[in-house]
Each structure stands twice: as C-alpha cells, then as structure tokens.
C-alpha cells in the first residue's frame, strides 16, 4: 500500500514537471510614427524690375498742336492768309498762321517800320505765318485792318523756326528732351543748364546718319531726321537722329547733305 502511494506521488510531480502555465501572449508593440514636419510655405518675394531707357516711340508726349485761334481771329487770321497766298501765288491751304501776340503800335502804320509819321497809340496783334520754310510777318488793329511787314531778319527767323518745329512735331520735341536728359546725365548737371541752340530737319544720305566712323560701312539710303545742337555755357553738344536713334556727333565727323 505504501508503494502505490508514492507511485501515485511520483505520477504527481512527473506531471507538475511536463505541464508549464501557458504564457500570455506577446502585446503587440506600437511603433509611433513621428508627425511629418508642418510645411511652411517661404515667402513670396517681388520679382526686381529692370528699369530700362525709353526710347523715343516708348515716351508719350503731350498734344503739341497749336491752340485754336479765338472766334474773333478766326475771320482776320483768314484774311490775312488769302493776302499772303495772293502774294506768293500759293494756295491758301499751304500757309499756317504759327502765332498771335497782342500788341499795341505807336505808328500809322501798325509798327511796321513803313517810315511812316507817329500816329495814335493802337491796339493790335502781331500774326506770324509760315509758308514754304519762310516765315511772314503782319500786324493789325482790333478790327479788319492788317499789313504785311519787311522781312524777318534772320536771327528772329531761325528762332521762330526752333519753336515752329518744336510745337508742330513732337517726334522733334520728345528727340530734344532725350538729348538733353542725356546729356545733363553724363556731365551731371541739371537740366536747366543744358540749352537748345538749334533744330533742324535733315534728309541724310547713308545709315550712319552723317555721322561715319572709321572701319565702318554704311547703306546708302534716303533718311529723315534732325540735327540738334545744345550748348552748356560755351561748349556745343551736336546730334544727329532719325525718328529713332540718337547720336552724339563730334565736329570733326560730321557730314551734313548738301543744301
């Protein structure tokens, strides 16, 4: 009896021997995933903007177009016009009256210097027309009276062709503003001191616009433009143009068509 006990007991712990308590399962290990980093767009930063030099075409210039006669010289202006195309034996159509000035005249013959005697005090205007490249000169009174004056002299004539020019075409303004601002830029004064001393339209012959430098070769060809001349005190500056370039011409290059 007591062997079958500890047979039985030996069964009993040879048991607890082979049977383990079952393990709990492995948890599942959680990987953290870091958070993508916040995108932060950059800055917008404004595109630099190179300032460039207008060229002639590129600059709008204001209406240079002269102003409308007032409705009381409409009438006179007229008149005067037919007397100076009957004169020249001209249309009427080919003479621009360019400018009006009120005046006052102190002589009969509306200051016209006719070498006629001093007369009452008159209140009047001083017309200048043009009419084939020349300018003509009148004087009247208030009213329907007019005479055409002597010739002007030539100073006061290329003076009142600058002007002319200048008001009627303003390809030839906006080409005298250019060569100033330029020329005040690369001596570095002001503005006012750069002077126009002469305009004039020129019909050059070749593409270096009379104007040749050496080793260069230049087309033969019909073109328009102008010559200016600007002083700053006693030096002269001179270009040359066309509608579109402007160039500095030394003395000593230039070659002007013949008249």
């Known amino acids: 009896m007591q062997f079958v006990r500890c047979i039985v007991l030996l069964c009993i712990l040879i048991s607890a021997g082979c049977f383990t308590a079952d393990a709990p399962p492995n948890a599942p290990t959680q990987v953290l995933i870091p958070a993508p980093p916040t995108f932060t767009p950059a800055p917008l930063l404004p595109t630099p903007t190179v300032p460039t030099q207008p060229a002639p075409a590129d600059?709008?210039?204001?209406?240079?177009?002269?102003?409308?006669?007032?409705?009381?010289?409409?009438?006179?202006?007229?008149?005067?016009?037919?007397?100076?195309?009957?004169?020249?034996?001209?249309?009427?159509?080919?003479?621009?009256?360019?400018?009006?000035?009120?005046?006052?005249?102190?002589?009969?013959?509306?200051?016209?210097?006719?070498?006629?005697?001093?007369?009452?005090?008159?209140?009047?205007?001083?017309?200048?027309?043009?009419?084939?490249?020349?300018?003509?000169?009148?004087?009247?009174?208030?009213?329907?009276?007019?005479?055409?004056?002597?010739?002007?002299?030539?100073?006061?004539?290329?003076?009142?062709?600058?002007?002319?020019?200048?008001?009627?075409?303003p390809i030839a303004a906006e080409l005298v503003a250019l060569a100033q601002r330029r020329l005040a830029q690369e001596l570095d004064l002001p503005l006012r001191r750069i002077q126009l001393v002469d305009l004039r339209l020129v019909r050059w012959?070749?593409?270096?616009?009379?104007?040749?430098?050496?080793?260069?070769?230049?087309?033969?060809?019909?073109?328009?433009?102008?010559?200016?001349?600007?002083?700053?005190?006693?030096?002269?500056?001179?270009?040359?143009?066309?509608?579109d370039r402007l160039i500095p011409c030394d003395a000593q290059d230039e070659q002007l068509p013949a008249p």
């Not at 593409?207 to 019909?222: A, D, K, R």
């Open 205 to 243: 012959t070749d593409s270096s616009l009379g104007c040749p430098q050496p080793e260069q070769t230049y087309t033969p060809m019909q073109i328009d433009g102008y010559r200016i001349v600007l002083s700053v005190g006693e030096r002269q500056y001179v270009f040359h143009t066309d509608f």
């Open 59 to 169: 600059v709008v210039t204001p209406d240079m177009a002269f102003t409308p006669l007032p409705e009381n010289l409409q009438a006179l202006a007229q008149q005067i016009s037919a007397d100076l195309a009957t004169a020249l034996r001209i249309p009427a159509s080919g003479i621009q009256v360019v400018r009006v000035e009120p005046a006052f005249w102190m002589t009969a013959d509306l200051g016209c210097a006719l070498e006629s005697a001093a007369g009452q005090r008159t209140q009047g205007y001083r017309f200048i027309l043009l009419a084939a490249d020349q300018f003509y000169e009148y004087h009247s009174d208030s009213g329907t009276q007019f005479l055409r004056c002597a010739e002007i002299d030539p100073t006061a004539a290329a003076t009142l062709a600058i002007g002319t020019l200048l008001q009627i075409d």
